[in-house]
T-cell receptor
């Protein structure tokens, strides 16, 4: 298994531009998370999906952020327009929903975003 | 709302020293608890987890953690650290059901001096 695949690994963009981050979860996993990592705030949960349905998006900073999961094998996180304070590493993680004991996430390598 | 506090932001130890990283959580009910580790340049990976049963949990690479319900704590320990333990360590909490979210702490950076 190739694991959770994220792209791009690095993105440098200018303020005001649209940024799209992509994630392919592990095949067979039916739950997907987006986290943002910064020095100041650690790992913040942005949104998570169960069976392609957004369950909790309360961590999405503002309307500039949106996330979709059109099918079980693909998700996007979009920032439009981007701002310098969005600079962070964005992680995608997936899991299989099951009984207690299965609540373990597998993380991707992350997408490092720099907004100038 | 659930939350996790990791009070140690950066810990520096010499090799062979003993380690204890603090983790306190806030959650009104039965919990699942985790420690994840992020080695330099690598993915976050699971170090150990607690779901039920014995509150002393053993993980990979000689790490262990103890769930103390009365203190809402899940501290990570290792009796003798190695240089290769240099990494960032994250504590996380979730509810007991497999469809719930995981909330992470801000992380503790551990630096081991050879």
């Amino acid at each position: 298994d190739a694991g959770v695949i994220q792209s791009p690994r690095h993105e440098v963009t200018e303020m005001g531009q649209e940024v799209t981050l992509r994630c392919k979860p592990i095949s067979g996993h039916n739950s997907l998370f987006w986290y943002r990592q910064t020095m100041m705030r650690g790992l913040e949960l942005l949104i998570y999906f169960n069976n392609n349905v957004p369950i909790d998006d309360s961590g999405m900073p503002e309307d500039r952020f949106s996330a979709k999961m059109p099918n079980a094998s693909f998700s996007t996180l979009k920032i439009q327009p981007s701002e310098p304070r969005d600079s962070a590493v964005y992680f995608c993680a997936s899991r299989t929903i099951g009984a207690s004991g299965a609540n373990v996430l597998t993380f991707g390598a992350g997408s490092r975003l720099t907004v100038l | 709302a659930q939350s996790v506090s990791q009070h140690n932001h950066h810990v520096i130890l010499s090799e062979a020293a003993s380690l204890e990283l603090g983790c306190n959580y806030s959650y009104g009910g039965t919990v699942n608890l985790f420690w994840y580790v992020q080695y330099p340049g690598q993915h976050l990976q699971l170090l150990l987890k607690y779901f039920s049963g014995d509150p002393l949990v053993k993980g990979i690479k000689g790490f262990e953690a103890e769930f103390i319900k009365s203190k809402f704590s899940f501290n990570l320990r290792k009796p003798s650290v190695q240089w290769s333990d240099t990494a960032e360590y994250f504590c996380a909490v979730s509810g007991p059901f497999g469809n719930e979210k995981l909330t992470f702490g801000t992380g503790t950076r551990l630096t081991i001096i050879p």
